[in-house]
């Protein structure tokens, strides 16, 4: 059973442009949630999904940032026009169920360089 | 403000003796996990306790709970150079349930 997938693990965009993370959740496993780690810092909840609904984004920035995760395929992070301040670790993870009731796996992760 | 805190921020060892890391949380949980994060890695889940738990063991790791205090500690017996790495705590909260709360991290260095 594959881990969480996160692709690409590196990505370098200049500022301005778009940003598009995947996270494809373990097999079985239809909660995904994202999350940013700065340099030296815990991870930042962003917004948690389960399939084709998005349950709580209450830590996504309301502008440039959006999320999905359609019936068939991966959970995409998307952010547009990314400024430097964008630079960081993006993490997803998933489970089987709400994480009130159960373990979450998570993938090695994005890092995204805003150049 | 983070929901979980873990003390120390930084702890050095010798490879051979245990390691002991303490989380603090404000609010009421359903559970809280711990997670290893090796230097640019991702995050590895080593152990989940529930609310109604007060500890648990996985091989050379031992897992308290108090909900009482609001506080969970970690305990790694034996620690190998491999156990060098930062380790995260993470609390679901009893009112959500929908995302879990991370704490700042302790950094663990074993020295050989």
């Known amino acids: 059973n594959a881990g969480v997938m996160q692709n690409p693990r590196h990505l370098v965009r200049r500022r301005g442009q778009e940003a598009r993370l995947r996270c494809s959740p373990m097999k079985g496993h239809s909660h995904v949630y994202w999350y940013r780690q700065l340099p030296e810092e815990g991870l930042k909840f962003m917004v948690y999904?389960?399939?084709?609904?998005?349950?709580?984004e209450s830590g996504m920035p309301k502008e440039r940032f959006s999320a999905e995760f359609p019936k068939e395929g991966p959970s995409i992070l998307r952010i547009q026009q990314v400024v430097r301040g964008d630079s960081a670790a993006y993490f997803c993870?998933?489970?089987?169920?709400?994480?009130?009731?159960?373990?979450?796996?998570f993938g090695q992760g994005t890092r995204l360089t805003v150049v | 403000s983070q929901q979980g805190e873990e003390d120390p921020q930084a702890l050095s060892i010798q490879e051979g003796e245990n390691a002991t890391m303490n989380c603090s949380y404000k609010?009421?949980?359903?559970?809280l996990q711990w997670y290893r994060q090796n230097s640019g890695r991702g995050l590895v889940h080593l152990i989940l306790?529930?609310?109604?738990?007060r500890e648990k063991h996985s091989g050379r790791l031992r897992v308290t709970l108090d909900t009482s205090k609001k506080s969970s500690s970690l305990l790694i017996t034996a620690s190998r150079a491999a156990d060098t790495a930062s380790y995260f705590c993470?609390?679901?909260?009893?009112?959500?349930?929908?995302?879990?709360?991370f704490g700042t991290g302790t950094s663990l260095t074993v020295i050989p």
């Open positions: 609010t009421s949980i359903n559970n």
């Open positions: 999904l389960q399939k084709e609904n998005i349950i709580d």
């Open positions: 306790i529930r609310s109604n738990e």
């Open positions: 993470a609390t679901s909260l009893l009112d959500t349930g929908n995302q879990f709360y």
């Open positions: 993870a998933s489970s089987p169920k709400a994480v009130g009731f159960t373990e979450a796996f």
